[in-house]
């Protein structure tokens, strides 16, 4: 969880203190390049924690979770999924750089096998193309008749 200082924690919470620790979901989103539904959609993931709701009712983010929601979009980019990224976020506060490697490794083997299976896929749509050239009527067309055909493996 957020850290809150103690006037947070104590509820005593005014508007201006408000505008100037925290974070409005809208203010959020913006400064970290997502939209509002994907700001609400991380909340009820548990990747970004539930904030404190401001006596008006809204949320009010902490400062920091503009940088986790930074981290999620980028963890992102790079191929992780939202449950590995939930563990990444896990290993922060332990500091256990082994384990980070350790996942960063896994990403690198399974980008690598995806890798090998799209080469693949382009191969073999390579191959029924230049079949394809080849071929007399639209019922003899070699990419339509793999694709119908049942697999035997």
């Known amino acids: 969880m957020f850290p809150l200082d103690s006037v947070v924690r104590s509820g005593v919470y005014t508007d201006s203190m408000q505008a100037e620790r925290s974070l409005t979901i809208s203010r959020l989103a913006r400064l970290g390049g997502v939209n509002l539904e994907t700001v609400r959609y991380y909340e009820r993931e548990g990747l970004i924690p539930k904030p404190p709701r401001a006596r008006a009712g809204y949320r009010v983010f902490p400062q920091d979770a503009a940088r986790r929601l930074r981290f999620i979009k980028r963890a992102q980019e790079l ?12 290993l922060r506060p332990s500091r256990d750089r082994t384990k980070v490697r350790a996942h960063a490794q896994a990403k690198i083997a399974n980008i690598d096998q995806k890798i090998q299976t799209l080469h693949a896929m382009k191969n073999v749509l390579g191959s029924l193309i230049d079949r394809c050239d080849r071929c007399g009527p639209m019922g003899d067309c070699p990419i339509l008749e793999s694709l119908d055909r049942e697999q035997t493996t």
């Open 79 to 90: 191929g992780f999924s939202l449950t590995e990224i939930r563990e990444l976020l896990s």
